[in-house]
């Protein structure tokens, strides 16, 4: 709560005097007065067996519980499927078939089994297989037929060029691969975004605490000076008029508690999203739990230089962005793969067992050469093209990035500089506030001095007071944004 220009607090306590002078005097409260009782500010300190909040136990809570974290974790999941899937173009493979013909002229039977390997060497694939064929075929299908135990083969299929260095099966592997390392390092950019936003809140939370506690300090002085005012007045040695002022401050310093404790409720709340219990519902932390001060400011050490090259071989925004730039090379020379010729080299070995034609008897060696040759080569073109875009479009943000993290990193360590500067001069103002307000009292024991300067005193220490926790929070804050600069800030 905003309190009044001290210039309007003189002016309506003068005209409060000249009332009082020129009318009738107003009746200050009574001796028994009950006034509104102010909570010490010892109530926010932990209580026994209530330790403070930790800012490592919120940061826990995050990498456990955080909803997002865990959807981003199925994204994970779901590259590692894809994978799996990946993986499935190379699962061996066991075809059968088998065709009767059991009317007309050439009744036959035709069984056959090919076991097939398919591997990466190469593109190399290997088989296995046993076939029979029994009865009456045309002179036309004379292959078809075997001895009576059939017929046992063993080949491989070779790609020289087009699908030799790569093609879809293995590159599908090595897109895979990299996807799960993009989605590895995409799961550690929004943990660390998390993680930065969750340490935000908690400190803010923190000042908010802080700042109750010194707004009950301030109502307490008001109440506690209450009864002595109370005392010199009936004895006569006081203007009345001064227990009227110091009962306007209580009323004022009454509004400003129930400001700065629904400030905490609403810090509270946000902090809840982030720190949640062990089945992962949001918990609001008790004011119990609340730190009794902040950890001692300190400089970061080390140049802006340094730093940002730490932050760059660090975070996680660049992995995920070199790990797609991978996938798309790879996808770019398996295109490039596509638009060479084809040429296969087929072989096999076979051999016939049991009775039958002994021409069929011994082993045979077959070889093939198989040539395919593109004429236009739109299709891969295309894909070359479309391919070549996006890696330079990957490129062009690898490179913004590495600006932007530097100077990320520059912006935070100039950042903790300030606020380290920031709370060292209103430690400087919050002492000699406090050195003046005791000094102001001294001289209003002595009858030189009156409760609206004593009031303007206590206010210009607790406004101190509010800008040295603003300032030791700003310092966490920035010094919580720096470390997730570096990467550092994890949960």
Known sequence: MRTLPRALLFSLTCAAHASAQNEKPLAPPPANATLPAAAPAEAIDPLPGASPLSLREVLDSVAKHYPLLDAAQQDIEAARGVAREADGGF??????????????????????????????????????GWRLGDGKFPVYYGQRETNAQGEARVGAFLPILRGGPTDRRRAAIQISRQGIQAAEASFAEKRLDYTRSAAQRYWSWVSAGRRLQITKMLLARAIDRDAGLGTRVERGDLSAI???????????????????????????NSLSLFLRTADGRPLVPPIERLPTSFPEPALVSGSPKDKAEEAL?????????????????VER?????????????????????????????????????LLDIPIQNRAATGKIAQT????????AELRLLRDRIEMEVRDAMNAVDLAYRTVEVTRRELELARRLEQAEKQQFDLGNSSILVINLREQATFEAAQREINALADYQIAYAVYQAALGLLDG
Request: without cysteine.
């Open 313 to 329: 071989a660090r975070r996680p925004e660049l992995r995920r962005l070199e790990a797609q730039r991978r996938q798309l090379s």
């Open 91 to 128: 699962d061996y493979s066991w075809r059968s078939r088998a065709t009767l013909a059991p009317l007309g002229y050439y009744r036959n039977l035709q069984l056959d089994s090919v076991f097939s390997v398919p591997t990466q060497l190469w593109g190399l694939q290997a088989f296995a």
């Open 388 to 395: 070549d875009a996006k890696i330079a479009k990957n490129d």
């Open 242 to 268: 001064e227990r009227v002022d110091n009962s306007r401050a209580i009323l004022q310093r009454q509004a400003q508690v129930v400001s700065a404790e629904r400030s905490l409720v609403r810090e509270g």
């Open 333 to 369: 020379d398996f295109h490039s793969n596509s638009r060479l010729p084809g040429l296969d080299l087929q072989m096999s070995v076979s051999r016939d067992f049991g009775t039958g034609s002994p021409t069929r008897e011994p082993t045979e060696f077959e070889a093939t050469v």
